[in-house]
Protein backbone atom coordinates (compact mmCIF):
# COMPACT_ATOMS: atom_id res chain seq x y z
CA UNK A 1 0.00 0.00 0.00
CA UNK A 2 1.69 3.52 -0.98
CA UNK A 3 1.28 5.88 1.49
CA UNK A 4 2.68 9.20 1.71
CA UNK A 5 3.34 11.62 4.80
CA UNK A 6 3.61 15.16 4.77
CA UNK A 7 5.32 17.01 7.61
CA UNK A 8 7.10 20.73 8.48
CA UNK A 9 3.92 22.81 7.98
CA UNK A 10 3.30 25.44 10.34
CA UNK A 11 3.14 29.93 10.97
CA UNK A 12 5.53 31.46 9.30
CA UNK A 13 6.29 35.18 8.91
CA UNK A 14 6.34 36.61 5.83
CA UNK A 15 10.07 36.61 3.89
CA UNK A 16 10.28 33.57 6.48
CA UNK A 17 11.09 30.18 5.24
CA UNK A 18 10.70 26.61 6.25
CA UNK A 19 10.78 23.15 4.85
CA UNK A 20 8.07 20.33 3.78
CA UNK A 21 8.86 17.00 4.23
CA UNK A 22 6.90 14.00 2.35
CA UNK A 23 7.97 10.34 3.61
CA UNK A 24 7.12 7.30 1.25
CA UNK A 25 6.33 4.11 1.55
CA UNK A 26 5.25 1.68 -0.79
CA UNK A 27 7.10 3.39 -3.58
CA UNK A 28 10.51 4.52 -4.26
CA UNK A 29 10.94 8.57 -4.09
CA UNK A 30 14.24 8.11 -6.81
CA UNK A 31 12.61 6.26 -9.35
CA UNK A 32 8.82 7.75 -9.82
CA UNK A 33 7.45 11.42 -10.41
CA UNK A 34 7.35 13.33 -7.47
CA UNK A 35 5.21 16.50 -7.38
CA UNK A 36 4.10 19.49 -4.60
CA UNK A 37 0.66 20.41 -5.05
CA UNK A 38 -1.40 23.19 -2.79
CA UNK A 39 -4.30 24.90 -2.02
CA UNK A 40 -5.71 27.84 -0.33
CA UNK A 41 -8.58 27.51 2.90
CA UNK A 42 -11.91 27.29 0.92
CA UNK A 43 -9.89 27.41 -3.23
CA UNK A 44 -8.76 25.35 -5.82
CA UNK A 45 -5.54 23.17 -6.45
CA UNK A 46 -2.64 24.77 -7.28
CA UNK A 47 0.28 22.60 -8.84
CA UNK A 48 4.40 23.74 -7.47
CA UNK A 49 6.52 21.55 -8.44
CA UNK A 50 7.27 18.46 -9.98
CA UNK A 51 10.93 16.73 -9.87
CA UNK A 52 11.13 13.64 -12.72
CA UNK A 53 13.22 10.40 -11.82
CA UNK A 54 16.29 11.45 -13.98
CA UNK A 55 16.06 14.66 -11.78
CA UNK A 56 15.01 17.53 -13.90
CA UNK A 57 12.43 19.78 -11.93
CA UNK A 58 9.52 21.98 -12.79
CA UNK A 59 7.93 24.71 -10.89
CA UNK A 60 4.89 27.02 -11.73
CA UNK A 61 5.90 30.44 -11.86
CA UNK A 62 4.23 31.75 -8.57
CA UNK A 63 6.94 30.13 -7.03
CA UNK A 64 10.12 29.70 -9.08
CA UNK A 65 13.33 31.27 -7.72
CA UNK A 66 11.55 30.82 -3.91
CA UNK A 67 10.91 27.28 -4.04
CA UNK A 68 13.05 24.16 -4.27
CA UNK A 69 12.11 20.95 -4.92
CA UNK A 70 14.47 17.74 -4.01
CA UNK A 71 14.34 13.96 -2.44
CA UNK A 72 16.67 12.42 -0.43
CA UNK A 73 16.64 8.57 -1.94
CA UNK A 74 17.98 6.56 0.79
CA UNK A 75 15.48 7.67 3.26
CA UNK A 76 12.52 7.87 0.15
CA UNK A 77 11.98 11.26 1.26
CA UNK A 78 10.84 14.44 -0.72
CA UNK A 79 11.26 18.08 0.19
CA UNK A 80 10.18 21.23 -0.64
CA UNK A 81 12.22 24.07 0.30
CA UNK A 82 10.57 27.54 0.90
CA UNK A 83 12.05 30.39 0.95
CA UNK A 84 10.66 34.49 0.55
CA UNK A 85 7.65 33.04 1.94
CA UNK A 86 4.10 35.45 1.04
CA UNK A 87 0.94 35.41 2.40
CA UNK A 88 -0.57 33.84 -0.60
CA UNK A 89 1.98 31.15 -0.05
CA UNK A 90 -0.49 29.84 2.28
CA UNK A 91 -1.92 26.72 1.79
CA UNK A 92 -2.17 23.24 2.32
CA UNK A 93 0.33 21.31 0.69
CA UNK A 94 0.13 17.82 -0.80
CA UNK A 95 2.90 15.66 -2.11
CA UNK A 96 1.68 13.41 -5.09
CA UNK A 97 2.87 10.52 -6.86
CA UNK A 98 3.14 12.00 -10.53
CA UNK A 99 2.27 9.10 -13.61
CA UNK A 100 2.95 9.57 -17.10
CA UNK A 101 0.03 7.29 -18.71
CA UNK A 102 0.91 7.20 -21.75
CA UNK A 103 5.20 7.93 -21.65
CA UNK A 104 4.60 11.25 -23.46
CA UNK A 105 4.84 13.71 -20.31
CA UNK A 106 1.40 13.97 -19.44
CA UNK A 107 1.16 13.67 -15.98
CA UNK A 108 -2.31 13.18 -13.68
CA UNK A 109 -1.82 12.75 -9.87
CA UNK A 110 -2.94 9.28 -8.39
CA UNK A 111 -1.35 9.08 -4.78
CA UNK A 112 -1.93 11.65 -2.53
CA UNK A 113 -0.94 12.68 0.73
CA UNK A 114 -2.94 14.58 3.71
CA UNK A 115 -1.59 17.68 3.44
CA UNK A 116 0.30 19.69 5.87
CA UNK A 117 -0.91 23.53 6.56
CA UNK A 118 1.52 26.45 5.95
CA UNK A 119 -0.12 29.45 7.40
CA UNK A 120 2.42 33.21 6.25
CA UNK A 121 1.25 35.61 8.82
CA UNK A 122 2.50 38.56 11.08
CA UNK B 1 -1.02 28.91 -19.66
CA UNK B 2 -3.77 26.55 -20.04
CA UNK B 3 -7.06 27.88 -18.48
CA UNK B 4 -9.61 25.08 -17.31
CA UNK B 5 -13.10 26.18 -16.81
CA UNK B 6 -15.60 23.99 -14.86
CA UNK B 7 -19.45 24.29 -14.82
CA UNK B 8 -21.70 24.64 -12.60
CA UNK B 9 -19.72 25.75 -9.53
CA UNK B 10 -21.95 23.64 -7.47
CA UNK B 11 -24.96 21.60 -7.93
CA UNK B 12 -27.53 20.11 -6.02
CA UNK B 13 -28.69 16.72 -6.95
CA UNK B 14 -30.67 13.76 -5.01
CA UNK B 15 -29.38 10.16 -4.86
CA UNK B 16 -30.29 8.27 -7.18
CA UNK B 17 -29.89 11.16 -9.85
CA UNK B 18 -27.33 11.39 -12.60
CA UNK B 19 -25.12 14.42 -12.88
CA UNK B 20 -23.00 15.50 -15.16
CA UNK B 21 -20.28 18.42 -15.07
CA UNK B 22 -18.25 20.05 -17.80
CA UNK B 23 -14.78 21.27 -17.92
CA UNK B 24 -13.63 23.52 -20.97
CA UNK B 25 -10.34 24.12 -21.99
CA UNK B 26 -8.89 27.07 -23.31
CA UNK B 27 -7.45 25.48 -26.25
CA UNK B 28 -7.46 21.88 -27.49
CA UNK B 29 -5.40 19.02 -24.66
CA UNK B 30 -6.05 16.38 -27.08
CA UNK B 31 -7.41 13.42 -24.37
CA UNK B 32 -5.02 14.89 -21.78
CA UNK B 33 -7.90 15.27 -19.00
CA UNK B 34 -8.23 14.23 -15.53
CA UNK B 35 -11.06 14.21 -13.16
CA UNK B 36 -10.56 13.85 -8.91
CA UNK B 37 -12.93 13.96 -6.45
CA UNK B 38 -11.89 15.77 -2.85
CA UNK B 39 -14.09 15.20 -0.13
CA UNK B 40 -14.22 17.62 2.88
CA UNK B 41 -10.79 18.08 4.61
CA UNK B 42 -9.31 14.91 2.57
CA UNK B 43 -7.02 15.13 -0.11
CA UNK B 44 -8.37 14.71 -3.97
CA UNK B 45 -8.29 11.56 -5.82
CA UNK B 46 -7.63 10.45 -9.02
CA UNK B 47 -11.40 9.00 -10.74
CA UNK B 48 -10.36 9.70 -14.40
CA UNK B 49 -7.35 9.70 -16.38
CA UNK B 50 -6.92 10.45 -20.35
CA UNK B 51 -10.16 11.93 -20.63
CA UNK B 52 -12.13 8.42 -20.39
CA UNK B 53 -10.15 5.83 -18.63
CA UNK B 54 -11.48 5.06 -15.03
CA UNK B 55 -8.82 4.71 -12.55
CA UNK B 56 -8.33 1.19 -10.93
CA UNK B 57 -11.16 1.21 -8.13
CA UNK B 58 -13.27 3.54 -8.93
CA UNK B 59 -17.03 2.61 -9.05
CA UNK B 60 -18.29 1.88 -12.59
CA UNK B 61 -21.05 4.52 -12.14
CA UNK B 62 -18.34 7.35 -12.98
CA UNK B 63 -17.66 7.73 -16.71
CA UNK B 64 -15.58 10.28 -18.87
CA UNK B 65 -15.93 11.68 -21.92
CA UNK B 66 -14.67 14.18 -24.59
CA UNK B 67 -11.68 15.85 -26.46
CA UNK B 68 -10.20 18.63 -27.52
CA UNK B 69 -11.37 21.21 -25.36
CA UNK B 70 -14.73 20.71 -24.46
CA UNK B 71 -15.00 17.23 -21.85
CA UNK B 72 -17.86 15.59 -19.22
CA UNK B 73 -17.63 13.89 -16.51
CA UNK B 74 -20.96 12.08 -15.64
CA UNK B 75 -22.11 10.35 -12.59
CA UNK B 76 -25.15 7.72 -13.27
CA UNK B 77 -26.95 6.69 -9.81
CA UNK B 78 -25.58 9.36 -7.59
CA UNK B 79 -24.55 7.65 -4.24
CA UNK B 80 -24.15 9.15 -0.66
CA UNK B 81 -20.22 9.02 -0.81
CA UNK B 82 -20.50 11.11 -4.35
CA UNK B 83 -21.20 14.38 -2.40
CA UNK B 84 -17.69 16.20 -2.98
CA UNK B 85 -16.17 18.69 -4.74
CA UNK B 86 -14.96 17.35 -8.48
CA UNK B 87 -12.10 18.87 -10.09
CA UNK B 88 -10.98 18.84 -13.91
CA UNK B 89 -7.11 19.12 -14.51
CA UNK B 90 -5.04 19.67 -18.19
CA UNK B 91 -1.81 16.81 -18.44
CA UNK B 92 -1.25 18.31 -21.84
CA UNK B 93 1.49 20.32 -20.48
CA UNK B 94 3.06 22.27 -17.94
CA UNK B 95 1.99 24.36 -15.61
CA UNK B 96 -0.46 21.69 -14.87
CA UNK B 97 -3.39 23.21 -14.14
CA UNK B 98 -7.13 22.65 -12.61
CA UNK B 99 -10.21 23.39 -12.99
CA UNK B 100 -11.73 25.78 -10.01
CA UNK B 101 -14.02 22.59 -8.92
CA UNK B 102 -17.65 21.64 -9.00
CA UNK B 103 -19.23 21.29 -5.73
CA UNK B 104 -21.75 18.83 -5.60
CA UNK B 105 -24.36 18.78 -2.38
CA UNK B 106 -27.32 16.80 -1.10
CA UNK B 107 -31.03 18.23 -2.84
Known amino acids: EVQLVETGGGLVQPGGSLRLSCAAS????????MSWIRQAPGKGLEWVSV?????????ADSVMGRFTISRHNSQNTLYLQMLSLRPEDTAVYYC??????FGSGSLSFDYWGQGTLVTVSS | DIQMTQSPSSLSASVGDRVTITCRAS??????LNWYQQKSGKAPKLLIY???SLQSGVPSRFSGSGSGTDFTLTITSLQPEDFATYYCQQSYNSPWTFGQGTKVEIK
Open chain 2, 27 to 32: QSITSY
Open chain 1, 26 to 33: GLTVSSNY
Open chain 1, 51 to 59: TYSGGSTSY
Open chain 1, 96 to 101: ARARDY
Open chain 2, 50 to 52: AAS
